[in-house]
């Protein structure tokens, strides 16, 4: 060795320093690579995106022999920073190599290589699941060896190699994921995905027209006020019912009454009642993805939400269905303002479940529906304007009410 030159020794000195990097850098890559983007990726043919799934599927067999490669150049060149050291400077060059060995090590083998790798994955992973491809048959005897020796450690604490599966993510971590997306996806798509992704955990009582603010006729009111009201109404299917909404008789469908009532002269109530569609009755509890496809399977775009007495507790079309999947499409929802301190006026007739979707919150959605119902349930009284309170780690003021309930309430911004 001392026959060797210096210039050499450098050489391959810095040779193993790269190398070093290199496994360093790879293993923090392969192991950071965004799975379902790789899957992405496979899908559409990308070879090296191949070559790094199947890596990936035995991640103890990958990182033994990355391991094993990065311990090997490590100890080989603290070996040749030892022999230059006793070259230059006797045995004192000893421990003085040492230490600037693992200096450069640590900057230029670890952290840089690394910190490039977290923030570019691709950029090396992919490369190098070529070189790794051919190196773990190559290694493999060796590499099954010493997984052999770790594996059986690991089977003590009840841990298998064996049973590793793709990364999986639930509905809470999903939501959590498209709830970030900030920055490539506007703020109504984004509303969208979430409600889809909540679609199987929200009924119909999530989404109703609460009772009282169904509109419907009386079809014991005059007939004279009838026709006022058939005339004046902005929606296409209104319920009839005689003196109480719990004693719905049928739903009339405005275009087809119309026809009739501009060109009757002798309209009456009779007009009304054979043009009634049969009432259609939902209870409370049903998801709104079964709902949907009821609707679908009895071909009716409307229904009466009742409790488990029988009682009407509000009503749900189909486009109340669609709106609180997917949201506001065309238009901001007008109930929940923001302003630029990040504060939030909202409705009282607000959903929990919309407040949430709009605000990226997570106030519970178990109990009361309303942000109204909300407030009441925790106060246990309806408060009066102006009063401040602390709700689910949330600072809010009750900005306006009437008689029965809480219309308008502010959240302040969250510290």
Not at 313 to 328: C, F, H, N, T
Request: with cysteine; aromatic share 6%; hydrophobic share 45%.
């Amino acid at each position: 060795m001392n026959d060797i030159p210096l210039s050499i020794l450098f050489g391959a000195l810095a040779a193993l320093l790269l190398l070093s990097a290199f496994f360093s850098s790879s293993e923090t890559a392969l192991m950071t690579l965004n799975r379902y983007r790789l899957q992405h990726l496979v899908k559409q043919g990308n070879r090296s995106a191949k070559k790094a799934q199947r890596l990936l599927k035995r991640p103890d067999r990958l990182l033994g022999l990355i391991l094993l490669g990065n311990n090997f150049v490590n100890i080989l060149a603290s070996s040749l920073a030892t022999i230059i050291g006793m070259r230059l400077m006797g045995n004192e060059g000893i421990a003085l190599a040492a230490g600037i060995l693992t200096l450069v090590v640590l900057i230029f083998s670890e952290v840089a290589p690394k910190t490039l790798a977290a923030l570019k994955p691709e950029l090396i992973a992919f490369p190098a699941s070529w070189i790794y491809t051919p190196l773990l048959k190559l290694c493999y005897p060796l590499v099954w060896f010493v997984n052999l020796i770790a594996n059986g450690l690991l089977r003590i604490f009840g841990v298998k190699a064996s049973d590793h599966n793709e990364t999986t993510l639930n509905k809470d971590e999903l939501k959590s994921i498209v709830a970030e997306t900030d920055s490539i996806m506007p703020d109504r798509y984004k509303n969208i995905l979430l409600g889809i992704i909540d679609l199987e955990s929200a009924t119909v009582e999530d989404i109703m027209t609460p009772r009282n603010e169904i509109i419907g006729i009386n079809i014991e009111d005059p007939i004279e006020e009838i026709i006022q009201q058939l005339k004046n109404s902005q929606h296409t299917r209104i319920p009839i019912y005689k003196v109480s909404i719990d004693r719905v008789i049928g739903f009339l469908h405005l275009r087809t009454i119309l026809t009739q009532l501009l060109n009757s002269e002798n309209f009456s109530k009779q007009d009304i009642t054979n043009n009634l569609i049969t009432p259609f009755f939902i209870p409370e509890t049903t998801p709104l993805h079964k709902q949907l496809q009821s609707f679908k399977v009895d071909k009716m775009r409307i229904g009466l939400v009742v409790d488990e007495y029988g009682d009407v507790q509000g009503l749900v079309s189909m486009d109340d269905l669609l709106q609180g999947i997917v949201g506001e499409i065309m238009t901001e929802d007008a109930d929940v303002k923001k302003y630029a301190d990040g504060s939030y006026l909202v409705d009282g007739s607000v959903t929990v479940r919309e407040l949430n979707r709009i605000t990226h919150w997570n106030l519970p959605t178990e109990g009361p529906k309303t942000i109204n119902g909300l407030i009441i349930e925790f106060l246990e009284t309806i408060p009066q304007t102006g009063t401040s309170l602390q709700l689910h780690d949330h600072q809010l003021e009750v900005i306006s009410r009437n008689k029965h309930a809480i219309t308008q309430v502010k959240f302040s911004p969250l510290n």
